[in-house]
């Protein structure tokens, strides 16, 4: 928390700070030391604070006026769309603010993986954020269902059937899961429940997640530890309040060219048909934040296998800051790190592209090879590079190199002679 | 670094996303219009709009049900805007099942502007076994429901053709370029004349084909020349505070030593 004791000037102030800090906490915010180098990269997290409450806010509205119920959850999507105020811009808002929503946690998380933030002492900050992009993914699947279109269907029934992979029990969970012996009724509507509960189980997450933050403070693009408060650091208010604001308008016009523009171009159209158990689409695919995840699935000619390297690819993220051997830890230091780092973007980017097609050919062999590489990078690449890697000198402070035009060699030390 | 790092992403996202309608490339690619409803202004032709909703009623209602919208639409700002007299005269031309009554009997009557469009058929199966077994889809959302959206359901519409030798087709099935498997087991509808239009204009195969198709895309979205509209004010706004909160951001930013 903030070094300074902070006393409010009212006595009635006082009077309830002392019993609830809620000042304290609030002046803690305004003055919490930030660097002062932060890019744009970092202003993400604001970004996806407002993504996180525009999904609230809209999906309470929307609640009012859905049915989940397999019978009329479809047309009540219409009544939303013709008759209910302004209801196709606040469910444009809300579908297209999941593919915003995930846009900005891509890079988030990218982010973190090129400055090195999940290192120590940052890794419980990764583990709650990774935790926060599960139930991501769980709360947009289950809302992607919500309309009851033939893709929600389908791709309900595609992801559900998962569990049935799993030896002796696995029909029996999938049973369970669904609440009935096939994707019906009982499936739509425990799916809305849980879809209306997640986000405000990632709401409090968040609240970690900040909290955690608030304890080291922000890593920044040199990847140094500093002094807080210092030179190195401005306080929150107004310095990163307003460069926050500024991206988050930057963001908000593109969202708004989505919603306004073209509002189902990252939807399916097949969604527009109404859920039909007897008729399965040519093609079933996930919503496309999910497609990397789905090549993987499918890259392996084993159901179980595939979904164990499914799971796998995310759940190796939670033991990332174990596998990273390097002492530094922003790629801007580390030439060799570094482009592994733009394969590993490259990777993943060609598995949702591969995730869009069909399982067979070229693309099969392309998703083999970006899920091998994408083990690779974590399981070899990381604890390899960071063993053998010859780092650039990395400066003292961030003002130092600043105030004297650039990372002098007087001002820096070399990290790989310590190592 | 940071502005390649960032051209990099960009780039990568619009391709990711342009690739997607290659998912599927098993039929010719449908003909482009020049829809007056594209773009980011867009706007439907209120003529016809009012035209195609003729042929709708005329032809493609006698199988094709579009039970999300309402008579009362017709008369709504953004669509074919017909006056109030005439959606209430277009509902009243309508029987209506209503009830039940406090005799708990099903009656009929003339339709209201609040009522919801008379499919032709009372349930799915109905209008399946009544059409060779293939279900004449709901139009309400037909445009947003098929890749291609308006050009695909044009295309289809005048891509009638007979079978190259060497295809056989079942009884009740027609042959279309356009179409998925070049298979449809709707009937070439259109002919030159079939309607007559109230204002004169002469009803082609191409000209009863873009009206209603644009008469569908406005049955899709009917809320696009609203959404058009906002979105270009809600731009302009957000533009204009982004270049007020720059500035501001770079003001409060000089008062230190370093770039934002």
Redo the contacts between chains.
């Keep these: 928390m903030s070094e300074h004791e902070y006393v409010p000037k009212s006595k009635a102030a006082k009077w309830f700070n002392d019993r609830l800090p809620l000042l304290t906490l609030g002046a803690h915010l305004t003055d919490y030391p930030t660097p002062?180098?932060l890019?744009?990269?970092w202003t993400f997290g604001g970004i996806l604070t407002f993504c996180l409450i525009t999904q609230i806010v809209t999906g309470i509205v929307l609640a009012m006026h859905y049915v989940a119920h397999a019978d009329l959850a479809f047309?009540s999507v219409?009544?939303i769309?013709?008759d209910v105020n302004y209801g196709?811009?606040i469910r444009?808002i809300h579908s297209n603010g999941a593919s915003m929503f995930f846009?900005a946690v891509y890079?988030h998380i990218f982010r973190s993986l090129f400055y090195g933030s999940y290192k120590s002492p940052r890794e419980v900050i990764w583990i709650i954020g990774l935790m926060i992009y599960l139930l991501m993914m769980a709360a947009a699947f289950m809302g992607y269902v919500l309309p009851w279109g033939q893709m929600s269907f389908w791709g309900a029934t595609v992801i559900t059937n998962l569990f049935s992979a799993i030896p002796l029990v696995g029909d029996s969970i999938t049973t369970w899961l669904w609440g009935a012996y096939s994707v019906d009724n009982p499936t739509l509507n425990r799916f809305f429940s849980l879809h209306y509960l997640i986000p405000f189980l990632i709401l409090g997450l968040v609240v970690l997640h900040i909290w955690a933050l608030h304890v080291p403070g922000n890593n920044n693009p040199v990847g140094i530890d500093i002094k807080k408060p210092s030179k190195d650091t401005?306080p929150f208010h107004?310095?990163i309040t307003?460069?926050d604001?500024?991206a988050l308008?930057?963001f908000?016009?593109i969202f708004?060219?989505f919603?306004?523009?073209t509002?189902?171009?990252?939807g399916h159209?097949?969604n527009?048909?109404?859920a039909n158990p007897l008729v399965t689409p040519?093609?079933i695919?996930p919503e496309?934040y999910l497609l990397p995840f789905y090549a993987i699935l499918r890259s392996v000619p084993d159901k179980l296998g595939g979904v164990i390297l499914m799971f796998s690819a995310i759940f190796i993220l939670f033991v990332l800051p174990w596998l990273d051997t390097s002492k530094v830890r922003s790629a801007v230091f580390r030439p060799i790190y570094r482009q592994f780092f733009?394969i590993l973007?490259?990777d993943v980017?060609m598995l949702?592209?591969v995730g869009?097609?069909?399982a067979e050919g070229i693309y099969l062999v392309l998703a083999r090879v970006g899920t091998i590489y994408y083990f690779l990078h974590f399981i070899v690449v990381m604890p390899v590079v960071g063993y053998l890697e010859k780092t650039d000198p990395i400066p003292m402070s961030i003002?130092e190199p600043?105030?004297s035009g650039g990372a002098e060699p007087s001002l820096a030390r070399k990290v790989n002679d310590k190592v | 670094m940071i502005k390649s790092n960032l051209k990099l992403f960009v780039l990568s996202f619009l391709l990711l996303i342009s690739l997607r309608p290659l998912q599927s490339a098993e039929m010719v690619d449908p003909i482009k219009v020049d829809w007056s409803f594209k773009g980011l202004t867009g706007t439907f032709d209120r003529a016809s709009l009012q035209r195609g909703f003729q042929v709708y009623k005329e032809v493609c209602a006698s199988c094709h049900s579009m039970q999300y919208l309402s008579y009362r639409n017709l008369g709504e700002p953004g669509g074919p805007e017909f006056s109030e007299q005439e959606v209430k005269a277009i509902a009243a031309s309508f029987e209506i099942e209503d009830g039940p009554d406090s005799q708990g009997e099903m009656f009929t009557r003339p339709g209201k502007p609040s009522d919801k469009f008379k499919s032709p058929y009372p349930n799915v199966q109905a209008a399946t076994a009544a059409n060779g077994g293939a279900y004449p889809p709901d139009m309400s959302v037909l445009v947003k429901a098929r890749k291609g959206g308006a050009n695909y359901i044009y295309s289809v519409l005048v891509g009638y053709e007979d079978p190259p030798s060497g295809v056989t087709l079942d009884e009740g099935v027609y042959y279309n370029k356009y179409m998925a498997g070049n298979k449809i087991k709707m009937p070439n509808n259109l002919i030159d004349g079939l309607v007559e239009y109230a204002d004169g204009t002469e009803s082609t195969v191409d000209q009863m084909a873009k009206d209603v198709t644009t008469f569908l895309a406005w049955a899709a979205e009917p809320e696009l020349e609203e959404r058009h509209k906002t979105g270009v004010k809600v731009i302009i706004y957000l533009v204009l505070l982004t270049i007020l909160v720059y500035l501001s951001m770079k003001k409060i930013w000089s008062r230190i030593d370093s770039e934002v």
């Design positions: 002062k180098n890019n744009y990269w047309a219409e009544h769309m013709r196709w811009l444009y846009l890079i401005v107004p310095y307003i460069k604001a500024f308008l930057v908000m016009i708004a060219g919603v306004f523009f509002p189902n171009v990252l159209s097949d527009y048909i109404p040519a093609h695919v496309w733009w973007v490259i980017l949702g592209y869009a097609m069909p003002s600043v105030l």
